[in-house]
């Protein structure tokens, strides 16, 4: 790795560390930038080309922000990173780096040079741990109701729409391409009982380049589940997702994989479960179910398995490096170390615990405990698609954790001290942790992980990111990114160094 000095280390609380900030210098090109394939003529936007004969890969000359631990925030000014054409990260120079002036000139000629310039800057994509497809036609509507209406009601009507195949593909092209629009590289969706639909989420995933693990919904439960949303057998429902695991060892490219997904405990028999951890240990694919989400989920675990959702899953074979557990709002401290001690993550959904949860998830003590944890929309429990909403309701919901919310208490007795979350631990968690969760090399920018980013742009002038000259540095301006970036403020995603969303200006 040729880039030597970290131009700029953040503490957590914001203590600057050290600051050797690079000037910029003119490359010596327009400002037209260059993404593969596309041609636009607005202003710091773009210019195409698709040729790259000499096999030089994709390089992007840009400021980058990554957070590769919790507690350091990277800012790399005008970096140039080298990106092969396999989509992983080949190199990262700084200026003056030895050989850097003579890889842009070869990706000039080559057609493959991005140059995207101040304020703009990339940032890693973004993560989304937890979204149930399905529920796209749902946001933002049938948040009065409790969690039991809103099941039976609304959502499992809903879900159970996706026997039509036409219905589905029409709601998951707008959902996938929404998401990619929005920075989100890498998304874990929860489809439904169908086979055939659930394909096509994946199908419309590795057409649109989205990074995705698609679950085809597990439930069998005939006393939870209702009769016309319900897997016929427990054998049907691992069958079903045998096939998705074969399909797509055939055609996911590795991009998109498939997740072993019980809805969660109380939908689904013993034998269904216990079907699905045998799935598990032979193909050591990813898991995602939810887990101690509320008091009724929590306290019927515990009533009908005599233990706790954790460690239920855990004897069913259904907990380890790569499950994700949804929520874990009511997570003892018992299940927090074995959810560590098998390398197993959370999803943690702020927005959809307001809504659905008991409790807020107590994410200090877990990020503390060392557990992997990472955040999700909960799509449509949560009702936005924006993972800079998640990054900033994981930062209200910690605070009010912290400071408490009756006011009839006294302030010494109304919070739980030391818990709030900061922005850059949020953005952290937004990529880098929650590609460790997934065990995937993405959400930083270094050699050996896949370049997959997103470009901020704080001037759109239909976006939300107010930008004043010398009042701003670019630590600011992720943090004016996370409270108020829309998705006008996202000129352009790549995955794998290719671009798969660009704004239409
Ligand atoms: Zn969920």
Known sequence: MARAVHDRRISHGGTLLSSHRHTIPDLGVSSWAIVCGRSRTARGAVKVSSDNKAGVGQVFSATCLHAPRRDVLEVMDDVVIHVGEDGFIREVLDPGAP????????????????????????????????????????????????????????????ESRYSDVVFATATYRSLVSTLLANGTTTAVYFATLHDESTRVLADICIELGQRALVGRVAMDHPG???????????????RGTDDLIAYLARVGKGRVLPAI?????????????????????????????????????????????????????????????????????????????????QGAGVAHCPLSNIYFSSAV???????????????????????????????????????????????????????????????????????????????????????????????????AVDGGILRFDGLDSTEDLLQKTIYGATRSNIAAVWVDGQAVAERAD
């Not at 933002?140 to 039976?152: F, M, N, R, S």
């Not at 939870?224 to 691992?238: I, K, L, N, Q, T």
């Open 361 to 459: 998830f107590p994410l200090r003590r877990a990020l503390e405990k060392g557990l992997h944890v990472g955040l999700g929309t909960d799509i449509s429990g949560g009702p936005s698609a924006s993972m800079f909403e998640t990054c900033k309701h994981t930062v209200h919901s910690a605070r009010m954790l912290e400071l408490g919310v009756n006011a009839r208490l006294s302030a010494d007795e109304r919070g739980v001290p030391n818990s709030r979350i900061d922005f850059i631990e949020a953005f952290h968690l937004a990529t880098a942790g929650g590609a460790v969760v997934l065990d995937l090399p993405v959400g930083r920018f270094e050699p050996g992980y896949r370049f997959d980013a997103v470009q901020i742009d704080p001037d």
């Open 99 to 158: 050989g850097r002036d003579a890889l842009v000139d070869a990706a000039r000629q080559a057609g493959s040079l991005s140059v995207i310039r101040s304020p703009r800057f990339l940032i890693p994509g973004l993560v989304d741990l937890h979204i149930h497809a399905p529920q796209w036609p749902q946001l933002g509507k049938a948040l009065h109701l409790p969690l039991e209406d809103w099941l039976q009601q609304a959502t499992f009507p809903l």
């Open 224 to 238: 939870e589940c209702p009769d016309f949303y319900r897997d016929e057998s427990s054998d049907a429902a691992v």
């Open 261 to 341: 997904t019980p809805r969660f405990i109380p939908s689904c028999t013993d034998e269904l479960l216990a079907g699905l951890g045998e799935l598990a240990a032979q193909h050591g694919c990813h898991i995602q179910t939810h887990c101690s989400e509320s008091d009724w989920e929590h306290d019927h675990v515990l009533a009908r398995m005599g233990r706790s959702d954790a460690e239920a899953l855990h004897e069913f074979g259904l907990v380890g490096r790569h499950s994700v557990l949804a929520h874990a709002n009511l997570l003892g401290d018992s299940d927090m170390d074995l959810i560590k001690q």
